[in-house]
């Protein structure tokens, strides 16, 4: 990979809320994958979190059409060549938990710390690991609002 040509993405994701708790690991572990196999190195993630969606949102699972009013969040920061990115949505649109994605391009600010799944263990999270994902408390919910607006409205330079 060109180092001079690599650019910093970002894919949020929507995972459905099917998906059990301790599997979030291993679904994050197959989103990272597919970034890799692309030879994107990660450096930044947030963990999913089920939240209610603004509007309902169609899926369909096993051949049946839902209506989802909830689901996991969350993202994962990358750096990756322009010409990649391309392998990486392929890969993505074959998970079949993901009920929606978007790879767009990402500043390379305060980027989340990277959290591993031991390659040893069975990729899991641990029900402790959930817990205090969801341990979160007003400030921090403001906080993160106040950053996702933060990087709506910023504008990207053009490349």
């Given at each position: 990979?060109?180092?001079?040509?690599?650019?910093?993405?970002?894919?949020?994701?929507?995972?459905t809320?099917?998906?059990?708790?301790?599997?979030?690991?291993?679904?994050?572990?197959?989103?990272?994958?597919?970034?890799?196999?692309?030879?994107g190195?990660?450096?930044?993630?947030?963990?999913?979190?089920?939240?209610?969606?603004?509007?309902?949102?169609?899926?369909?699972?096993?051949?049946?059409?839902?209506?989802?009013?909830?689901?996991?969040f969350?993202?994962?920061?990358?750096?990756?060549?322009p010409?990649?990115?391309?392998?990486?949505?392929?890969?993505?649109?074959?998970?079949d938990?993901?009920?929606?994605?978007?790879?767009?391009?990402?500043?390379?600010?305060?980027?989340?710390?990277v959290?591993?799944?031991?390659?040893?263990?069975?990729?899991?999270a641990?029900p402790?690991?959930?817990?205090?994902k969801?341990?979160?408390?007003?400030?921090?919910?403001?906080?993160?609002s106040?950053?996702?607006?933060?990087l709506?409205?910023?504008?990207?330079?053009?490349?």
């Open positions: 990979m060109d180092r001079e040509n690599v650019k910093t993405y970002e894919v949020g994701f929507l995972l809320p099917s998906v059990a708790e301790e599997s979030l690991g291993a679904e994050m572990t197959r989103i990272r994958d597919e970034i890799e196999k692309a030879k190195a990660i450096v930044g993630e947030g963990y999913p979190a089920l939240r209610p969606l603004s509007y309902p949102v169609a899926y369909r699972a096993g051949g049946a059409k839902q209506q989802l009013q909830q689901a996991y969350g993202y994962v920061k990358f750096t990756l060549s010409e990649d990115v391309v392998a990486v949505k392929a890969g993505l649109e074959k998970i938990t993901l009920v929606r994605f978007l790879i767009m391009a990402a500043g390379k600010e305060n980027p989340a710390p959290r591993r799944v031991p390659q040893t263990a069975v990729r899991t641990t402790v690991d959930a817990a205090e969801r341990s979160l408390t007003e400030a921090d919910e403001v906080e993160i106040k950053g996702i607006e933060e709506l409205t910023e504008e990207t330079p053009a490349s």
